[in-house]
Structures are given as structure tokens and as C-alpha cells.
């Protein structure tokens, strides 16, 4: 077969959870294959040693600055007329022949509209809405967003597979040095991510501030590790004793932040896919996260569950992990083995498998 990739998302600078999926999951794609050929879409020009060398991988680079997935990549579509196409992050072109395998992440401005700019959700809505009907199969990162997808835009389960996005174990580096770089603490608390309404910072804060005055003598602070998003709130934790804002973090640095934490406190009112719970666990660190949305099926037994709006459930879950080594021992065993079961290997494994079943349904 040919298969078209839309890889426009893994030449970015700064990389988030999307491009890292992207970029990820195209490596594995490329490494599983033997018989179809790949051909990789980019709007700018990939780095050399980005993809490995493959005789099956054909980079194809058309820019543009604007409207790219709807102009340039659905005109060479056109040229190329592929067995199947794939795009990695929501949005198909507008108009294009063939079958298609999209992949939605979360619909978490179905549940937080306010935290986008109004063009923006309207363009999400749209596009996601399009793409999940345009496709012949969707691919979830998790049970919580198929089922969402049946519930916002009546997509059926049967069209649907979840498909877990694999998370590589992180380079530890230097801690102390990696401390020093950002001016923390020898002791903390750590959130990592962009720092928004959705990420709960508000109760985050509030409960380490309530942990803080309930254990003076600890001295553990609380790191915010991640740039400041959409409607990011100062109030929320500038200025405040013993709360640390570093900005964004460089991608060779989270190993050592996360396993230089005490615990990794990520109470998201929403997640499509967490990364950071798997992240923390493959450097033993220990996490206290949501019973809501994806986050229980990535966590499984092996972190502590919260009401992410109940502040004294997130305190008394801070307070067990440090006061107890026993069960800080207990949840990084845990964790090493839960995080193993996610791997890019596997992702890339069922999403061939989803291509190859949509290019005989387009047949059929």
C-alpha cells in the first residue's frame, strides 16, 4: 500500500503532547513497517537524522503558511492518491478522496470551552466533528475520549479503537544539576505541564498551602513546571511562599525533575492521555492524580486516585506520601511496572492494523 502520513507536527521546536505523539509514534511506524510505503507530509523541512533512512519512506515537504492541511497537503493527496490516508492530530482536509485514519486526542474544549478563544473552539469543534465521520476508523487515546466521541458527535464504537500512545522511559541526567538550572528546592512537590484552567492549578496550590501550614517542619515546596497557557491567572500561585514557577522545561531536563520529586501532584480536571502520570512513574516517582476522565485507566492501582476538586482528599494524599517511605517504595515498584505497559511499539502495531482494515473497507 501507500500510505500518506501528515508528519507536519514532528518538525516543531517546542514539543507537546500532540507532536510528541506524532513524531513518536511516525519512529515506530517507520521501524514496524516492511511492505507498504510511507509517505511523510512536513510543512517545513525535517531535520536530517529525524526519521531514520528507509527505502519504503518517501518526505515529501510543502509549505505553507496558512492553511496547509486543507490546501497543500489535500492537493498533494490528490497527486499521490494513496491506499489510506493518515493524520495524527484531529483534522483531515476539507476535501480529499480515499479512506482516512484520524487520530483524536481529547475533547476537552467540549468540557472547558471557556479556557479557548472562541475561533478557536469553533474551529476545533468543527474539525473534529468532520474528521471523526470523514474517517473510516478513529483511533482514542483512551477509553475516556472514544466514549466521549459517542457522546459529543454520535460516533460509533465499533468505528472507534483505542489505541494507547506509548511513553519511553526518560533520561534521569544530572538532578543537582538540573535543580540548579531552575533555582529548586532540595525537597518538592512537582506539577509539570502548561500551567491553565484545565490543569487545576488553583487546587493544587491551595493544597499544598493547607499541607504546608499542616507540616511546618517538612519544608517540601511546590515546583509548577510548565509555561503559562490560555488564561493562566497570577493570583494562582505568583509570589506565594514556597511555590516555584520555572517556565517551560527543556525536554533533556524532565527526567531528573520528575525523579528529583517527592511526589508528582497532577489533580487534572481533564485528560485525553496524561502523559505526565506515566512519565513520573518510568522515573520512580510516585503520583497523586484524578479518579476522573483518562487518568484511572493510565494509573491503574498504582498511584493515588483524587476528587481533583476536593482540596483536603489531595492534601491527605500528599501527607501519606510524605510521611511514609513505605509507601512512597510502594507506588514507584507499582509504577515502573504499570508504565511498562505502554509502548510505541505496540501503538504502532495496532495503528497499521487500523490502516490496513480502512484501506479494505474503501475496497469493499
Partial sequence: MRIAIDASRTTAARVTGTEHYSRELTRALIALNSEHDLHLFFRDQPPEALFPPDDRVHQHVIPARRMWTHLRFAWALRGLRPDVVFVPAHTLP??????????????GF???PEAHPARDRLYLDLTTLYSARRARIVLADSQATAEDLNRFYGIAPEKIRVVYPGVDPLPIGDIAAVRAKYNLPQRY?????????????????????????ANPDDGAELVL???????????????????????YIDAADKGALYAGALALVFPSLYEGFGFPVL??????????????SSLPELA????????????????NKMT??????????????KG???????????AAQQTMQALEEAAKMEQT
Avoid at 94 to 107: E, Q
Avoid at 281 to 291: E, F
Wanted: hydrophobic fraction near 45%; include cysteine.
Fill in 94 to 107: 476539507f476535501v480529499f478522496r480515499g479512506p482516512a485514519v484520524v487520530t483524536v486526542h481529547d475533547l
Fill in 110 to 112: 467540549r468540557y472547558f
Fill in 189 to 213: 512537590f512537582l506539577f509539570l505541564g502548561t500551567l491553565q484552567p484545565r490543569k487545576n492549578i488553583a487546587v493544587i496550590v491551595q493544597a499544598y498551602q493547607r499541607w504546608r501550614a
Fill in 225 to 247: 513546571a510548565g509555561k503559562k497557557g490560555w488564561l493562566y491567572d497570577d493570583q494562582w500561585a505568583d509570589g506565594l511562599p514556597g511555590v516555584h514557577l520555572t517556565g
Fill in 279 to 292: 512519565e513520573a512513574m518510568h522515573c520512580g516517582t510516585p503520583v497523586i492524580t484524578s479518579n476522573t
Fill in 300 to 315: 491503574g492501582d498504582a498511584a493515588l486516585l483524587t476528587d481533583p476538586l476536593d482540596v483536603g482528599a489531595i492534601v
Fill in 320 to 333: 501519606r506520601i510524605s510521611a511514609n517511605h513505605d509507601m512512597r517504595n510502594l507506588l514507584r515498584e
Fill in 336 to 346: 515502573y511496572a504499570q508504565a511498562k505497559r505502554f509502548t510505541w511499539e505496540q
